[in-house]
């Protein structure tokens, strides 16, 4: 979570190093099954959707957004990965096609033809700024960019292995 300042005369905008920046904002119309409709705003920064009406421990006042995979990088498609490990022919063309994946994250076990075996971590994992609170119920200060994610973890650093000394694998559904 991101704490935004904002200012009640710029009601759609919200103050990031010293710039104010807009907010994308849509208006809904939600049918409502044997009541009256009900219309709804809906408002985006650059970190993500403004969640504060959902979001617990929010002072009074505050407006905050929320910064998750996938929701703020729509333009990587998880989809292309997976499309990328299908076409892939052996172990290594798998383990680089495992790239475009980025979400969920997963522990994933794969296996050729020719009796190669791997495992890999894939996910894209966000770089905290070394400024990022490390307690997990605050949120960051979202009018400083240095307190933003600085870019992802190159794929090729995330745990992995092909043809381990050991001649066999092991993934028991627990988290990467």
């Known amino acids: 979570l991101f704490v935004l300042k904002t200012d009640p005369n710029r009601p759609n905008q919200y103050l990031v190093d010293g710039q104010w920046r807009d907010m994308e904002a849509r208006t809904e119309t939600i049918l409502v099954k044997d009541g009256e409709p009900r219309t709804l705003t809906f408002r985006r920064t650059h970190y993500g959707p403004v ?93 400083d960019s240095a307190n933003d994610w600085q870019g992802f973890l190159p794929s090729e650093l995330l745990p992995q292995v092909i043809n381990p000394a050991q001649g066999w694998l092991v993934s028991a559904n627990h988290r990467p």
């Open 51 to 143: 969640v504060t009406a959902l979001a617990m421990g929010v002072r009074q006042g505050d407006e905050v957004a929320l910064k998750r995979i996938p929701l703020c990088e729509p333009q990587r498609d998880t989809s292309r990965g997976a499309l990328d490990m299908i076409r892939a022919r052996d172990v290594h063309q798998f383990q680089t096609a495992t790239a475009g994946w980025t979400f969920p994250s997963a522990n994933c076990v794969f296996g050729d033809k020719q009796g190669n075996i791997g495992y890999k971590t894939i996910l894209s994992l966000p770089i905290r700024s070394s400024r990022a609170l490390l307690e997990n119920q605050a949120a960051h200060e979202g009018w």
